[in-house]
């Protein structure tokens, strides 16, 4: 007996050894309660010149609604006009586009090719140009991001693409197939097999690039018009939230002097040149640091070096903003960066801003409402 | 060797404490106030480097007398960890803790599920097999390692659509010493302390141990106490360096290995060796991606490829001279 209560002392000399350093260092581990709430909602300030921008309508549009197209491109154009003197889009390519809305509202659509989008990023485009029911499929994961991609016509195509359904899908006689270069090659062999014609969407990291896609795409689909005028869209967008950006500084706004543009899953890290996002902040006259790879898409960043930086507005794209504010709220090495000291930090749709399509308009909005939140207005 | 070791340890955690963005200036200010008491606000070096040192040593070493311990053990050069599925295990109860979530309301769920994945994994592997020696522990161990890298593989397949989850994965799988902080090193220190002195404790029969059982139980040995009692240190061990750095692959296999030739099979001499060797190499790796600023290779990245080569040269050194391999 004697024997049994001396065996396992090693063992509770050990647990105990553990669990008193822990209870000592994490007991005495100083919890940071967060007080108030530190992510703010980007919301669009009031405009006494300019028209509302609405991110749901600028949305709809996006989505490929010609009426709310037509009516977003007329008011932008004036909010141009109004701010300096000349309108959202050259006026030859204003009269274009408005031309373009109304032959295609006029039209009725038209039965034409049936179509299999393998990636995000060509169902996005074909979603917003043709009706749901020449889509035969839509890649699964794509499902779940209702607050970017339109809902209803997503809930018109029953179909999935997966690897099990090929023959459903071969069944459905496909016309043309939309496949990226990191399409499994297999997957790529069997459409071809199967007499299925293919187009192939490269990488996209600039916005000169959604738009060559975009035109291609409308292209193999004969639906040319249709995508030069949300081409016309979004590059009128752009400009708009450039409008209003200036037009917000012209008030006697002051714009954050040292804003860091972050994305956080692991680790918090910067894009690169390489990415869409990089070339969306350089447009907003946001320099980032170490951003020069030409390999890496983004690279990991310590809090030491984000402390160092002392930015005066972070700007995080994130899927989960509590986790984002807990971490923060108990960081004491972000505690007192400018950013966080004026609670000057916002958390913005990682999914909106990693979606290489005509929703990037919707990404670069959500930077600069941000960057507004994080000046002195 | 061993002074020329502690040398280069000393060199390396000297440029990981004044390497960094901040100057050395402001941070030695910060310092000075920290213990002046006339501020508590965030210091680079204490703050961040300093724990960044510790968990390197730790894991660096945790890893490599792990590794020894396991070659020992089973007299196999190409033992590790991961031979009994330990590092299956841990893999497996933080990839569900990264699925559920957990971890963003409770930080600590993944330490406690590392090294709870490395008991159970041995736990499970002792009670089917210890009464049936060391031949059947092996192959219990590689069959519950199997099983674990598949049901690993299952459920990362079955949730391939979440790339968020998946990126998640990647990065905790390359292992990283970004951000890490006092939390990952009150985790990980304790398991890391318990872990060595065990090891230490029983260098002599794990000497012993490899003239085979029935020698060791001649001697006097209680070959089975020994044996679970060593494979709870590895445990704590890999389940603390898993925790606070991630996967850090063949560092457990090439670095003993190569110590083992050098300065012979004795673990007297073995085990310190490993863990000086492990801490320094692990840090001075980690001054390496810093300071020439490598962002597009981990830590754990970094360690495998250059273990993989380091050891197909050994390989090939060995053919060459005709040797054969034991």
């Known amino acids: 007996m004697k024997k049994r209560l001396f065996i396992p002392l090693p063992y509770l000399l050990s647990i105990t050894f553990i669990i008193v350093w822990w209870v000592i260092a994490f007991n005495s581990h100083e919890k940071t309660v967060p007080t108030k709430e530190l992510t703010q909602t980007c919301t669009q300030p009031e405009s006494v010149i300019l028209s509302k921008l609405d991110r749901q309508t600028i949305r709809r549009a996006l989505d490929g609604d010609l009426t709310t197209i037509v009516q977003l491109l007329t008011d932008w154009d004036i909010d141009a006009r109004l701010i300096q003197d000349e309108g959202v889009l050259p006026n030859e390519q204003f009269c274009h586009a408005m031309s373009l809305a109304r032959q295609l509202q006029q039209e009725t659509e038209e039965t034409s090719a049936r179509l299999l989008p393998q990636t995000f990023v060509s169902a996005s485009f074909l979603l917003a140009l043709s009706p749901p029911e020449n889509i035969i499929a839509l890649p699964k994961a794509m499902r779940r991001h209702r607050h970017l991609y339109p809902g209803d016509k997503m809930d018109a195509i029953s179909l999935d693409i997966d690897g099990y359904n090929t023959e459903i899908l071969a069944k459905n006689k496909p016309d043309l197939a939309f496949i990226a270069p990191y399409s499994h090659p297999s997957t790529v062999q069997t459409l071809k097999n199967q007499g299925i014609e293919l187009l192939?969407?490269?990488?996209?990291s600039s916005v000169d690039e959604v738009i060559e896609s975009?035109?291609?795409?409308?292209?193999?689909?004969?639906?040319?018009?249709?995508?030069?005028?949300?081409?016309l869209f979004i590059e009128a967008a752009l400009n708009t939230v450039d409008n209003h950006l200036s037009a917000w500084c012209e008030a006697g706004n002051i714009l954050p002097k040292r804003p860091l543009y972050l994305t956080r899953v692991m680790n918090f890290a910067i894009p690169t040149e390489k990415t869409l996002q990089a070339k969306l902040l350089h447009r907003l006259g946001i320099n980032q640091p170490n951003v020069n790879d030409t390999i890496a898409w983004q690279h990991c960043i310590d809090l030491e070096t984000i402390a160092h930086y002392t930015p005066d507005c972070l700007i995080i794209s994130c899927s989960d903003t509590q986790a984002i504010h807990n971490l923060i709220d108990q960081s004491k090495a972000l505690k007192h960066t400018p950013a966080v000291a004026t609670r000057r930090v916002f958390c913005i749709d990682e999914e909106t801003q990693n979606a290489p399509c005509q929703y990037l308009v919707l990404a670069y909005f959500d930077i600069a409402e941000a960057l507004k939140m994080g000046g002195n207005g | 060797m061993k002074y020329s070791l502690w040398a280069t340890l000393v060199v390396c955690s000297i440029a990981t404490l004044i390497l960094g963005p901040t100057s050395l200036e402001t941070v030695w200010q910060g310092v000075l106030e920290r213990f002046s008491g006339t501020s508590d606000s965030w210091n680079p070096l204490l703050d961040e480097r300093l724990p960044r040192l510790l968990v390197l040593i730790a894991t660096g070493a945790s890893l490599s007398v792990a590794g020894g311990v396991m070659q020992s053990l089973f007299q196999n050069p190409l033992a590790s960890p991961g031979v009994l599925g330990m590092t299956a295990g841990s893999s497996l109860s933080i990839l569900i803790v990264l699925i559920t979530g957990c971890h963003i309301i409770y930080p600590f769920a993944i330490p406690i599920a590392a090294i709870g994945g490395c008991l159970l994994t041995i736990m499970i592997i002792w009670?089917?097999?210890?009464?049936?020696?060391?031949?059947?522990?092996?192959?219990?161990?590689?069959?519950?390692?199997?099983?674990?890298?598949?049901?690993?593989?299952?459920?990362?397949?079955?949730?391939?659509?979440?790339?968020?989850?998946?990126?998640?994965?990647?990065?905790?799988?390359?292992?990283?010493?970004?951000?890490?902080?006092?939390?990952?090193?009150?985790?990980?220190?304790?398991?890391?302390?318990?872990?060595?002195?065990?090891?230490?404790?029983y260098r002599r029969e794990i000497n012993i141990l490899a003239l085979g059982d029935e020698?060791?139980?001649?001697?006097?040995?209680?070959?089975?106490?020994?044996?679970?009692?060593?494979?709870?240190?590895?445990?704590?061990?890999?389940?603390?360096?898993?925790?606070?750095?991630?996967?850090?692959?063949?560092?457990?296999?090439?670095?003993?290995?190569?110590?083992?030739?050098?300065?012979?099979?004795?673990?007297?001499?073995?085990?310190?060796?490993?863990?000086?060797?492990?801490?320094?190499?692990?840090?001075?790796?980690?001054?390496?991606?810093?300071?020439?600023?490598?962002?597009?290779?981990?830590?754990?990245?970094?360690?495998?490829?250059?273990?993989?080569?380091?050891?197909?040269?050994?390989?090939?050194?060995?053919?060459?001279?005709?040797?054969?391999?034991?």
């Open chain 1, 214 to 231: 975009l035109h291609r795409v409308g292209k193999a689909i004969n639906e040319n018009r249709r995508a030069t005028l949300l081409a």
């Open chain 2, 127 to 201: 009670s089917l097999s210890r009464c049936h020696g060391m031949y059947h522990l092996i192959l219990t161990g590689i069959a519950l390692s199997t099983t674990l890298i598949a049901i690993h593989g299952v459920i990362v397949y079955a949730l391939r659509d979440q790339w968020q989850l998946m990126q998640t994965i990647a990065e905790w799988e390359a292992g990283s010493t970004l951000d890490r902080t006092w939390q990952h090193a009150h985790m990980q220190l304790p398991l890391t302390i318990i872990g060595l002195i065990g090891c230490w404790r």
């Open chain 2, 215 to 326: 020698d060791a139980c001649n001697l006097g040995v209680d070959v089975d106490t020994v044996r679970w009692r060593l494979f709870i240190c590895v445990a704590l061990l890999i389940g603390g360096a898993m925790a606070a750095v991630g996967v850090i692959a063949f560092f457990g296999l090439v670095l003993p290995h190569v110590i083992r030739r050098l300065q012979g099979p004795d673990n007297i001499r073995l085990i310190p060796l490993c863990a000086i060797a492990g801490a320094t190499v692990l840090v001075l790796l980690d001054n390496i991606l810093r300071f020439f600023t490598i962002h597009w290779l981990s830590i754990g990245n970094l360690s495998a490829a250059l273990g993989g080569i380091f050891f197909l040269g050994l390989l090939v050194q060995q053919l060459r001279q005709g040797a054969t391999y034991a």
């Open chain 1, 200 to 204: 192939s969407i490269d990488n996209i």
